[in-house]
């Protein structure tokens, strides 16, 4: 008897805990959740939140510090950077910064994805967080250049360069890439052309590194590329791995195609276009065939 008391009144401290969805998931006027039907996983999701969390009562903004649902390991902090809608089917998006990692790792997620940390008192969250987080890379690069006595040149034009560098390149507009038989997530912004740059997804000549849009036009484009490995000069070779030196003067196209490719995996890159004056060396491993 005892024991089936201590499971009721569990059962209704569950109960309480659990967010009101019927009442759930549209956004009114006024800026709070209207009436609508959320689906059984949404429901099902938000009954799950830990009790340290509190469901979203507004769309979050750019700017809004959240938690998030990270790979099934639990909540992160995380600041909203963009928001947009899905055409699919009209749904918000929110690419989301992880506050404790690398911004490689930026994402865009669902809104179910999201939740309201409750005020710690020993602990409020900075607002500084965020910079500390984000100018990581940079302070190892000045403690490098502490440490070598090299000079940093102090010009707002050149802080004016990087802060607009930062705030174009923040969200990353292509996620996958297939490269031959591997398909690669990317980390970060590249200055792919337009009509290129709002794939999801981006098909890579193994051996040209040109860049299309569709699986079928990637394979028409391999039955025709004369190239089998980087157009340039072989100056080592060790077993199956081999090194090629590629003049940007002669392979122009080549080398562009290389530095877009790079700059998916690159934070702080600036080379793309001009690469007349450059040697590129690129380290191949030679199939068995």
Not at 29 to 48: C, H, I, L, T, Y
Not at 178 to 200: F, N, Q, V
Request: with cysteine.
């Amino acid at each position: 008897r005892a024991m089936s008391k201590a499971a009721s009144r569990r059962a209704e401290a569950e109960e309480s805990m659990c967010v009101d969805d019927s009442s759930d998931s549209s956004l009114g006027d006024s800026g709070e959740f209207s009436a609508a039907s959320p689906s059984q996983g949404q429901q099902r999701r938000r009954r799950e939140l830990p009790p340290h969390l509190l469901k979203l009562k507004r769309t979050p903004c750019v700017g809004d510090k959240l938690m998030c649902e990270w790979r099934g390991e639990g909540f992160r902090a995380v600041e909203v950077v963009e928001v947009r809608k899905r055409p699919a089917d009209n749904e918000h998006e929110f690419y989301v910064h992880y506050l404790d990692f690398d911004k490689r790792l930026d994402e865009w997620v669902d809104m179910v994805k999201l939740a309201l940390a409750k005020p710690d008192k020993k602990r409020r969250l900075r607002s500084s967080d965020l910079t500390e987080t984000r100018q990581q890379t940079r302070t190892q690069k000045r403690r490098f250049d502490e440490i070598y006595n090299i000079q940093m040149e102090e010009d707002p034009r050149i802080r004016a360069l990087e802060k607009q560098r930062e705030e174009a390149t923040k969200v990353k507009n292509i996620n996958v890439i297939t490269l031959g038989r591997y398909e690669i997530d990317t980390w970060y912004y590249s200055p792919y052309p337009d009509a290129y740059a709002s794939c999801e997804r981006l098909y890579v000549c193994e051996y040209c590194l040109k860049y299309m849009r569709k699986p079928k036009t990637l394979a028409k484009h391999k039955a025709k590329c004369p190239l089998r490995g980087p157009p340039g000069v072989e100056i080592y070779r060790f077993q199956d791995l081999v090194v090629f030196e590629v003049d940007g003067k002669t392979q122009k196209l080549f080398c562009q195609n290389l530095c877009l490719l790079a700059k998916l995996f690159l934070d702080h890159k600036t080379l793309y276009y001009d690469v007349e004056s450059f040697l590129f060396y690129i380290l191949t491993k030679v199939a068995v065939s």
